[in-house]
């Protein structure tokens, strides 16, 4: 994704993070970084993922995913908060609830949908891909691919470029809460082998996340990187080895003395961007208060877009409702009960979501 302006300067002078020089620190205005900051952790990510497959109650979540009731219940209610679910009681005498997935909620599927295509392609391994999905509309098996809204071609990365929108500019930063990685990744597959897992074992943290939107708005170098996301050396450091080490990046050398190198990504970095412009396209639609930071332009057709993922053999936008799946596993292998001897089932047994 090549830039055609630079973002604004800083507008606004709220309190937030400062330097060590009491001077302010700011960020730059961004959907993704929006979208990120409510779900790019591990454990709220898989929590959604399960509503997609049709957990509505605490112990559903809790069996699928093995976390501990504090852990859940932290969840969950963020989640709820951040608008993700609304409570709906059992019943009228009941104070037990249920987390239904609203509207906003809902709208998250593209993005998981994205995640599992890059999972599949590039994770899934001699076994193949976990889910075989269905789309109900048309009634075809498929492989939903992120597309521009204005042609339905495919987006890659390098056929896209930005401009300021209305709501570009630089925000103050606000302070990151500390906290490890989540739990050994073998975790994140307990109760079924998932491609949005296996995506997130490489990508499930605030910081990976947006060192890698730095890089798809072409920052390479770790000075530039450390400047725009004021992210301690010691923690760059690591996010990189690590993205280096699962084939995200390439580390190339541009300077001998002293020796310096740039962090490239590779086609299967690249690969993920479908994936950040379908949680842009999201955060544009309920973060951003109308005003999108960003506007991307599609080159092969030469009109502004927003990202949108169609079935490959319909062509048209697949919503979680209109979505059904097969396994290509056995649930009994990964601890998770059989769920009767339907082989293909439903995302979610709802309507298109609730406010």
């Known amino acids: 994704m090549s830039t055609e302006e630079r973002a604004s300067v800083p507008r606004d002078a709220r309190s937030g993070v400062r330097s060590r020089g009491g001077a302010q620190l700011f960020e730059r205005n961004c959907s993704v970084g929006r979208t990120i900051a409510i779900v790019s952790?591990?454990?709220?990510?898989?929590?959604?993922?399960?509503?997609?497959?049709?957990?509505?109650?605490?112990?559903?979540?809790r069996t699928a995913l093995g976390l501990p009731r504090g852990t859940l219940s932290e969840?969950?209610?963020r989640l709820?908060?951040?608008?993700?679910?609304?409570q709906v009681h059992y019943s009228a005498k009941s104070s037990r609830v249920e987390y239904h997935l609203t509207r906003c909620g809902m709208d998250l599927y593209p993005s998981f949908v994205a995640l599992i295509g890059f999972g599949d392609r590039w994770l899934a391994g001699p076994e193949g891909p976990p889910l075989k999905l269905i789309h109900a509309t048309c009634g075809q098996a498929c492989q939903p691919y992120v597309a521009c809204s204005h042609c339905l071609a495919e987006v890659k990365a390098t056929r896209v470029t930005y401009r300021d929108g209305p709501g570009a500019g630089r925000t103050p930063l606000e302070p990151m809460k500390r906290a490890r990685r989540t739990a050994e990744s073998a975790n994140f597959s307990r109760g079924?082998?998932?491609?949005v897992s296996r995506a997130l074992e490489i990508i499930g943290d605030r910081w990976s996340f947006l060192i890698l939107r730095e890089a798809f708005f072409g920052v390479r170098r770790f000075d530039q990187l450390q400047s725009e996301l004021k992210i301690a050396p010691n923690i760059l450091t690591e996010r990189l080895s690590r993205l280096v080490a699962r084939g995200v990046f390439e580390r190339r050398k541009y300077q001998d003395l002293p020796e310096r190198h740039e962090y490239r990504l590779t086609e299967m970095g690249k690969d993920l961007y479908g994936a950040f412009i379908t949680m842009a396209a999201w955060g544009d639609r309920w973060l951003a208060g109308g005003d999108p930071p960003l506007i991307l332009t599609h080159r092969d057709c030469g009109h502004d877009f927003s990202a949108v993922v169609i079935c490959d053999r319909c062509r048209k936008p697949i919503e979680a409702h209109a979505m059904r799946y097969r396994l290509n596993y056995d649930p009994a292998r990964f601890g998770a009960p059989q769920a009767g001897d339907r082989m293909e089932r439903i995302f979610v047994d709802a309507a298109p979501g609730e406010d």
């Open 75 to 77: 969840r969950l209610k």
């Open 80 to 86: 709820t908060l951040r608008g993700i679910f609304r």
């Open 41 to 61: 952790d591990a454990w709220s990510f898989l929590v959604i993922r399960e509503a997609f497959f049709g957990a509505r109650r605490f112990e559903e979540f």
């Open 192 to 195: 079924r082998p998932s491609s």
